[in-house]
């Protein structure tokens, strides 16, 4: 099938990644490590090459690459997020497989790609670029809290230090450093002339916008205190207070966007053609249930001119037991994810409605928003639909203060109604604190990443349980909760990983919590 073809090259390409890190350890002569250097990386820095380093970071560093992006996000965070599920029955991670061939390649992106280019990128310009430097620093806290995420330990405070075997950092000491970077970046940048523009337009998201990066710092400080906000809560307060109180995004005009380009292509919409990712029932289940205008710009009609999904986990029996599974009959990404669409349509980096969503969890702690809980909710879903194109005030109203419920499905296994919540704001803090989750989550479309990360944090929105998981550290209907450490990390780096393990704060299995989790 299509999508296993794709896979086939993204491990290739996989395999020369690791061919170059084994070539780097095992001591080659120079004529050799010449021979096996990436041509795209930057073997020294300039002033004149700085901006293009900065641009590849940022196009690797969100798993832009087509073959990383389907190896790093739509077979694993995608699909256990439920933005969606699975109809190719050679896909076995939708059921909680962990194909380690498979995930290596977003390891591999970060310790070979992206983070020795941010890390050129960083050093070249620490004295004589501070703007240009400080707009990096944000950039790595934005790749480093998503790859972290992942696993919980990770190399990090010594990783591109050329060393052999790099200790796990816990995911503890690597949130605090985060926040620290993020800090010190935003200082540089409120001091600077905000005219002035670092990386001009090879800035692949702002185009050197020292306001909007500030905005982008503080909107990804707040998502982090929230993160930690289970662990740690009195240091959650301190540091969500301080990114609104610095200025967080409030309008789409702040939305973070990658540029995209015919080298340069959106991965989602390069998969669009393929038969694999449907809507999942769960997000059909909330979308038809509120009447929600944004099903039409996320998903695409089946073929009986109607929206569908199906169950994440299907075993590939169930999935050809009824031709309610079948690619046709299920509902593909929406309009603007089409393979004709791929060289323009921006990839998603952070939007302005998960800042209010974020505000709004906070208000509900307690904590100092800039806003009441209410208030920042609605914000947050007008927002949402505005980005999407949806902006009669009407329907706007209606959907904000809509009494609807998740819908009854026809699907394959009957499913009932996802939850029982509406949209129109409750009475009660367990009812508001759903109902923020459950919105936030929606508003990330198509973001996987962040939204497998929040639902795993909050437990919203509800989400139907995986129709099998054939991983048997996770139970049915229990969510899988990480990706192990890598078994090639395992055999390189072995003293590291072992010592790692307690860092867990369990054993290294995918139902073991994260820190931020626990």
């Not at 993204?10 to 080659?28: A, D, E, F, K």
């Not at 703007?131 to 919980?152: M, Q």
């Given at each position: 099938m299509k999508s296993i073809n794709y896979i086939k090259q993204g491990l290739l390409m996989q395999g020369l990644i690791i061919v170059g890190v084994l070539v780097m350890t095992t001591g080659c002569t120079k004529k050799f490590d010449e021979l096996n250097t990436d041509p795209t990386t930057f073997s020294s820095l300039t002033a004149a090459t700085i901006p293009n380093a900065f641009a590849k970071a940022e196009y690797q560093g969100i798993y832009g690459d087509p073959g990383i992006y389907e190896l790093a996000r739509a077979l694993f965070p995608d699909l256990w997020s439920q933005f969606f599920a699975n109809v190719d029955p050679g896909i076995k991670s939708d059921r909680y497989v962990i194909i380690q061939d498979w995930i290596i390649s977003q390891w591999s992106s970060v310790y070979t790609v992206t983070w020795p280019t941010l890390k050129q990128v960083l050093d070249a310009t620490a004295t004589t670029q501070p703007e240009a430097n400080a707009i990096a620093k944000i950039w790595k806290a934005y790749i480093w809290h998503y790859h972290t995420d992942f696993?919980?330990?990770?190399?990090?405070?010594?990783?591109?230090?050329?060393?052999?075997?790099?200790?796990?950092?816990?995911?503890?000491?690597?949130?605090?450093?985060?926040?620290?970077?993020?800090?010190?970046?935003?200082?540089?940048?409120?001091?600077?002339?905000?005219?002035?523009?670092?990386?001009?337009?090879?800035?692949?998201?702002?185009?050197?916008?020292?306001?909007?990066?500030?905005?982008?710092?503080?909107?990804?400080?707040?998502?982090?205190?929230?993160?930690?906000?289970?662990?740690?809560?009195?240091?959650?307060?301190?540091?969500?207070?301080?990114?609104?109180?610095?200025?967080?995004?409030?309008?789409?005009?702040?939305?973070?966007?990658?540029?995209?380009?015919?080298?340069?292509?959106?991965?989602?919409?390069?998969?669009?053609?393929?038969?694999?990712?449907?809507?999942?029932?769960?997000?059909?289940?909330?979308?038809?249930?509120?009447?929600?205008?944004?099903?039409?710009?996320?998903?695409?009609?089946?073929?009986?001119?109607?929206?569908?999904?199906?169950?994440?986990?299907?075993?590939?029996?169930?999935?050809?037991?009824?031709?309610?599974?079948?690619?046709?009959?299920?509902?593909?990404?929406?309009?603007?994810?089409?393979?004709?669409?791929?060289?323009?349509?921006?990839?998603?980096?952070?939007?302005?409605?998960?800042?209010?969503?974020?505000?709004?969890?906070?208000?509900?702690?307690?904590?100092?928003?800039?806003?009441?809980?209410?208030?920042?909710?609605?914000?947050?879903?007008?927002?949402?639909?505005?980005?999407?194109?949806?902006?009669?005030?009407?329907?706007?109203?209606?959907?904000?203060?809509?009494?609807?419920?998740?819908?009854?499905?026809?699907d394959y296994l009957n499913s009932g109604a996802v939850s029982n919540i509406p949209v129109k704001f409750g009475a009660t803090e367990a009812i508001q604190r759903q109902q923020i989750g459950t919105q936030k989550y929606l508003a990330l479309f198509p973001d996987g990443i962040e939204a497998w990360a929040e639902v795993r944090r909050t437990g919203y929105p509800v989400l139907y349980p995986v129709a099998n998981s054939e991983n048997p550290d996770v139970v049915a209907p229990s969510m899988i909760s990480r990706f192990n450490f890598l078994d090639y990390e395992y055999q390189t780096n072995g003293k590291a990983v072992q010592a790692a393990i307690p860092l867990l704060g369990g054993v290294d299995k995918a139902s073991t919590r994260v820190w931020w989790n626990k």
């Amino acid at each position: 099938m299509k999508s296993i073809n794709y896979i086939k090259q993204g491990l290739l390409m996989q395999g020369l990644i690791i061919v170059g890190v084994l070539v780097m350890t095992t001591g080659c002569t120079k004529k050799f490590d010449e021979l096996n250097t990436d041509p795209t990386t930057f073997s020294s820095l300039t002033a004149a090459t700085i901006p293009n380093a900065f641009a590849k970071a940022e196009y690797q560093g969100i798993y832009g690459d087509p073959g990383i992006y389907e190896l790093a996000r739509a077979l694993f965070p995608d699909l256990w997020s439920q933005f969606f599920a699975n109809v190719d029955p050679g896909i076995k991670s939708d059921r909680y497989v962990i194909i380690q061939d498979w995930i290596i390649s977003q390891w591999s992106s970060v310790y070979t790609v992206t983070w020795p280019t941010l890390k050129q990128v960083l050093d070249a310009t620490a004295t004589t670029q501070p703007e240009a430097n400080a707009i990096a620093k944000i950039w790595k806290a934005y790749i480093w809290h998503y790859h972290t995420d992942f696993y919980g330990p990770v190399p990090y405070f010594q990783a591109g230090t050329g060393a052999l075997s790099i200790p796990y950092d816990s995911q503890q000491d690597i949130y605090d450093d985060l926040f620290k970077t993020l800090d010190s970046a935003v200082t540089v940048l409120k001091g600077a002339n905000a005219s002035l523009t670092p990386y001009g337009t090879n800035d692949l998201i702002f185009h050197g916008s020292i306001p909007l990066w500030i905005k982008l710092a503080n909107t990804l400080h707040l998502r982090l205190a929230l993160r930690i906000s289970k662990v740690d809560p009195a240091r959650a307060k301190t540091e969500a207070e301080k990114a609104v109180a610095g200025g967080v995004m409030t309008t789409n005009d702040d939305n973070a966007f990658m540029d995209v380009g015919p080298n340069s292509v959106n991965g989602l919409n390069q998969m669009s053609p393929w038969e694999g990712a449907r809507m999942s029932a769960s997000m059909e289940s909330y979308l038809k249930g509120y009447n929600d205008p944004r099903m039409t710009e996320y998903y695409s009609p089946a073929a009986d001119g109607h929206y569908h999904g199906v169950r994440n986990g299907l075993t590939p029996a169930q999935l050809s037991a009824s031709a309610l599974n079948s690619p046709d009959n299920t509902s593909n990404v929406g309009p603007r994810y089409t393979i004709d669409n791929q060289a323009t349509n921006k990839l998603t980096v952070m939007y302005a409605a998960e800042a209010y969503f974020l505000r709004a969890e906070g208000a509900v702690n307690g904590w100092n928003m800039d806003g009441a809980a209410q208030d920042l909710y609605e914000q947050g879903i007008r927002v949402s639909l505005q980005q999407w194109g949806i902006t009669d005030a009407t329907i706007l109203d209606n959907y904000i203060h809509g009494t609807g419920t998740p819908a009854v499905l026809n699907d394959y296994l009957n499913s009932g109604a996802v939850s029982n919540i509406p949209v129109k704001f409750g009475a009660t803090e367990a009812i508001q604190r759903q109902q923020i989750g459950t919105q936030k989550y929606l508003a990330l479309f198509p973001d996987g990443i962040e939204a497998w990360a929040e639902v795993r944090r909050t437990g919203y929105p509800v989400l139907y349980p995986v129709a099998n998981s054939e991983n048997p550290d996770v139970v049915a209907p229990s969510m899988i909760s990480r990706f192990n450490f890598l078994d090639y990390e395992y055999q390189t780096n072995g003293k590291a990983v072992q010592a790692a393990i307690p860092l867990l704060g369990g054993v290294d299995k995918a139902s073991t919590r994260v820190w931020w989790n626990k």
